[in-house]
């Protein structure tokens, strides 16, 4: 704890990859941990690790990186972060994040930029970007993230960190602020598989506080690595994930990588996952309704940020809102109300829906032909602050990542080295059917 501690000091000034810095309650923890003894029973005793800023932790400021929640200390944990703590682990800072967990560059946060710790002028990936930057730069062994269209696996890629997206419902998302309610996952971002392996162990299972948290037994993640070789492992590919809009570099990265599964001996066979093109238009509608709902609760009375000059109660809500979201922020509750309003449900909302479910059937068609698939997480590596300003752009670089969370499947980033133009790393995106972590953990690992 003292060497992270030491590591956030001399880095954070270039990398800024914390909202709040947990100096001193950490150590105290520590100490008293290390007079007690070691304890055989806690998998994570003494481990340090950061938390995205958007999960609770009781008696700590939790921002969601927005204004409007600057003051919030929430007075309850996540259950995540409950059995992180019950597991042994220490918490040492608590991470910047796009606002809400909109973007995918960390860029919308309402404090600062954070940067990518392989080249500062360039961004870590978003909306867990400093998750990803706190972890790249040494100052923790583990941090958490969440994804809702890619969070966990973009900062991933970006920073050249494992990150794991699982199946929806596998880890309880009580004390997780919502942003799609229906999207959202909690999941590791870490230094290798084994560690998220590890840190998934502690995390799964059912929830009594989570209605969504389900209720099929925990496997014993650990127990599926070790694999010597990929023999009777199946890879689908495919070609939407591999062919127009993919840089270069990227796709060089992600085929060496294939092809060293190959060598192990895997087989690979091609996949078709037709409605990849629906993909953006109808995570964002629904998405974005969500947010619109899940953010109604933030008016100025009951948490955070209130305008103190407005007479009347609706002026009051009014000011508060405009003062306190971001842009982002505000052009999604715009959007999400819009495709929810009678007389646009059906055509917009209602029809998303729909895609959705047959975006399902497509993954399920495709699971039957193989254990796994592979793909890049990201058209590009991490690219320049400020490079991608138009919402649109930034939307478009979800490509690969959000038909996960549409269709509830599991999902990670695996760094498969640097790109040859970029000189960035370059993650390799695994999918696979419900609850089949423990395959995609072991391939992985094989790979790794
Ligand atoms: N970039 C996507 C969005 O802005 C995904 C973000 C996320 O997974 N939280 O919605």
Redesign the pocket.
Known sequence: VADCLARIEATEPRVKALITVMAEEAMAQAKAMDAAGPDPDKPLWGVPMVLKDLLTLKGVKTTCGSKILEDFVPFYDATAVTRLKDAGAVFVGKANMDEF????STENSAFFMTANPWDVDRVPG??SGGSGATVAAGQCFAALG??????IRTPSSFCGIVGLKPTYGRISRFGLIA?GSSLDQIGPMVRSVEDAALLLQVMAGHDPKDSTSVDVPVPDYLAALGREDLDGVTIGLPEEYWGEGLDEEVKEACANAVAEMEKLGAKTVPVKLALTEYAIATYYII?MAEASSNLSRFDGVRFGYRNKKADELIDMYTASRTEGFGDEVQRRIIMGTYVLSSGYYDAYYNKAAKVRRLLRQDFEKAFAQCDLIAGPVCPTTAFVKGAKADPLQMYLL?IFTISANLAGIPAMSLPVGLGKDSSMPVGLQFMGAPFSEPTMLGVAECLE
Do not use: L, P, Q
């Not at 967990?101 to 995918?104: E, V």
């Not at 969440?146 to 969070?151: A, F, I, K, L, Y």
């Open positions: 967990a909109m973007g995918s978003g909306s969440t994804d809702t269209g890619g969070s942003y998405a979800d």
